[in-house]
Structures are given as structure tokens and as C-alpha cells.
């Protein structure tokens, strides 16, 4: 390997960085940096065509019409579920409650291949123990376990001191 | 040339439909929810992409294998959401208790290959500084450790001040 050969593969390095930041650039971080399970595919179809790109196996040309055909679709694809509610919930999901007023819904947890143990390590990661203190458990699009309590059992605010002092 | 431009454009394209529709048949949401093998298995499909973009494998055989082994995928966590033994055993997504009772417990720490030091990490993004105030820790499958308070450690709820109320009229 000459050092020539080494110059181009730098060279080509440099061009696929560029190539991919603009790309980033151009769909914007919500779109490449979320986390949706989706959005992890298409960095990785981005991430996996450069290396052909790079040793020269595929000429520059075609791997910048691959990336632009795969931005452009992704772009489409985010502008059209943001235009249609309907295109919204068919390809992102929609938030699911899995418990409510302590009682876990079996049919929402079969539904999104939830199960128990995996019901139960989110409370507690949310720092909950008795089922009996959620009022709604929600699984979030973002794949978050959101927890909301019961009225008795959330903390006590400053105002719940100010009206007890002025009620006694 | 310019069929073989075209050609990578009809792949790229059909390749992403088809991938949307995969990974919202498998019904993952975001990266926050994936389990070690979720995460394993996008790298699998994402390194098939690019032999297919450039015509390195035929069309057919690259939507096969990525479509096998999401269908595959899918099967074990419905499985394993089902069936709590597939999920332990096949799976292994079960928690670990490291703490108990204000204590470490040096077993479940070796069995997740973690120390002391990861642990006050933990803690201490909790803003907890004292263990005697855990009730119980256990590593999460989500690998975050969760932490339960001991009674007296709580903040005070609604319902405690009511209560003291009643005892002092």
C-alpha cells in the first residue's frame, strides 16, 4: 500500500464526514439524534454505507445518491405523519395506559409486549412500590414509563400547609 | 451508470418503507425501551443495508434476512412477555437486588459485574447520599438501579398530614 493510496482514503474520510454532517444538519437532531427505535435504523443504514464509500468499493456519486434518497424519504416521512393525525398513529405509537387507579390493564400490556416484571421494574425505577399509589402508569411514544399518584399519596405542598394552618 | 444511479435509488427507497414498516410491526418504540438484544439485533439488520444499497446482494435475499430476523425477534419478546419462564430463563430481563435493608449485598453486585462505586453513582443522581435510607435496590433489566425508600425516609404525603391533623384535634 503506497502512501498515495492512504492521502485518497483520508481524503474520502473527509468528504463522507462532511457528507453526514450535513445530513444531520439538514434532517435536524430530532430526526437523527431521538431516540426513536426507527430513527436508530436510519443512522445506522447512514453509518453502515460509508465504509464502501471510504476504501472506494462504491464510487462517491452513487453513496451520496444513497444518503440523499435516504434523508429525503426520512423528511417525507416526518412531514407526513406531522400534516396527517391519521399517518401519525399508524406509524408512531400512541401513548398506552397500563395501570389505572392501581388496577394494571392486562389487554394494554399484551398489547405493547409489556409484561409484569417489566411493568413492575418501571415503578420502581420511578421509585413506586404499591400499585395502590398510581393513579395512571402511561407507556409514552418516547418508550418512557410515565407515573402519575394518587391525590393522597403525592407530597405535601406548601399550600396543603397554608390551608390546614387556616383551617385549624 | 445511470441505471445503476437509479438502481441504488430504488433500493435506498425500498429498504427504508420496508424497514418503517418492520420496526412498527415490532412494535418498538425508542432506544430508551431496548433491551440489550434489541439493540444487538439493529446492528444485525443494519450492517445487511448496505450490501443490498450497492447491489452486493439481490434485493429478494437482503429483504429476507432483515425480514426473518425481525419476525424472529418479534416472536421472543412476545414470548417472553407471555410466558414469565421464557422470560427469565431464554431472556434473562429480571431485576437484581444490590441493596437491602440499608445493605449491600456483595452477591447480586458480582452476578451484574458492577461495584460499589457504580452504585453511589446511582445514588447520587438520586440525590441519595446515605444507603441506611434504602429499603431496597435492585438493578433494573434496563440496566439503572431503582431505588425503594424506607418508611421513614419518605417525603410526606397528603395523607400523612391529614392524619397528623386528626391526632392533634
Redesign the interface.
Known amino acids: 500500500m503506497d502512501f498515495q493510496e492512504l492521502l485518497l482514503i483520508a481524503f474520502r474520510a473527509t468528504i463522507v464526514y462532511l457528507a453526514a454532517l450535513l445530513v444531520v444538519r439538514i434532517l435536524g437532531k430530532r430526526e437523527i439524534g431521538s ?4 430513527d ?3 443512522s ?2 447512514i ?3 460509508v ?2 464509500a471510504i476504501y472506494g ?2 464510487s462517491m ?2 453513496f451520496f ?2 444518503i440523499a ?2 434523508a429525503a ?2 423528511l417525507v ?1 416526518s412531514w407526513a405523519t406531522y400534516k396527517s393525525k391519521k399517518l401519525d398513529q ?2 408512531e ?1 400512541q401513548p398506552t395506559v397500563l395501570v389505572e387507579h392501581g388496577k394494571i390493564q392486562e389487554e394494554a ?2 398489547s ?4 409484569e ?2 411493568l413492575y ?1 418501571q415503578l ?2 420511578n ?1 413506586f ?1 404499591d400499585l395502590q399509589e398510581v393513579k395512571k402508569a402511561t ?1 409514552e ?4 414509563v410515565s407515573v402519575l399518584q394518587e ?6 405542598q406548601k399550600r ?2 397554608i390551608r ?1 394552618q387556616s ?2 | 451508470m445511470r441505471s ?2 437509479f438502481g ?2 430504488l433500493r ?2 425500498i ?3 420496508y ?2 414498516i418492520l ?2 410491526l ?9 433491551t440489550p438484544m ?1 439493540f444487538l439485533v ?2 444485525l ?3 445487511q ?2 450490501d443490498v ?2 447491489g452486493q446482494v439481490p434485493l429478494a435475499s437482503g429483504l429476507t434476512s432483515i425480514g426473518v430476523i425481525i419476525l424472529l425477534h418479534t416472536l421472543v ?2 414470548l ?3 410466558n ?1 419462564w421464557f ?1 427469565r430463563v431464554i431472556v434473562g ?3 437484581t437486588p444490590v441493596i437491602h435493608d440499608g445493605n449491600l449485598i456483595p452477591a447480586g453486585l458480582r452476578k451484574e459485574r458492577t461495584n460499589e462505586g457504580e452504585v453511589w453513582s446511582e445514588l447520587r443522581f438520586k440525590g441519595m447520599t446515605d444507603l441506611k435510607e434504602i ?2 435496590g ?1 438493578w ?3 440496566g ?1 438501579l ?4 424506607q418508611e421513614p425516609a419518605r ?8 392524619r397528623l ?1 386528626e391526632t ?2
Open positions: 431516540v426513536g427505535a426507527f436508530l435504523i436510519v445506522l443504514i453509518g453502515e454505507s465504509d464502501e468499493d462504491v456519486l452513487k445518491v444513497l434518497t435516504i424519504w426520512h416521512n399508524l406509524l405509537s400490556l399484551a405493547q409486549r409489556i409484561n416484571e417489566e421494574s420502581r425505577l421509585g412500590e407507556l411514544p418516547s418508550g418512557h391525590d393522597w399519596a403525592k407530597p405535601v396543603d400547609l390546614s383551617e385549624g | 445503476e444511479i441504488v435509488i435506498a427507497s429498504i427504508y418503507l424497514a418503517l420496526v412498527r415490532s412494535g418498538k418504540r425508542s432506544i430508551v425501551s431496548l434489541d439493529a446492528l439488520i443494519g450492517d443495508f448496505d444499497f450497492w419478546s412476545f417472553s412477555s407471555r414469565h422470560n430481563c429480571s431485576p429499603k431496597e435492585n433494573e433489566p434496563n439503572r431503582s431505588v425503594i425508600k417525603t410526606v404525603t397528603k395523607e400523612d398530614l391529614s391533623l392533634i384535634q
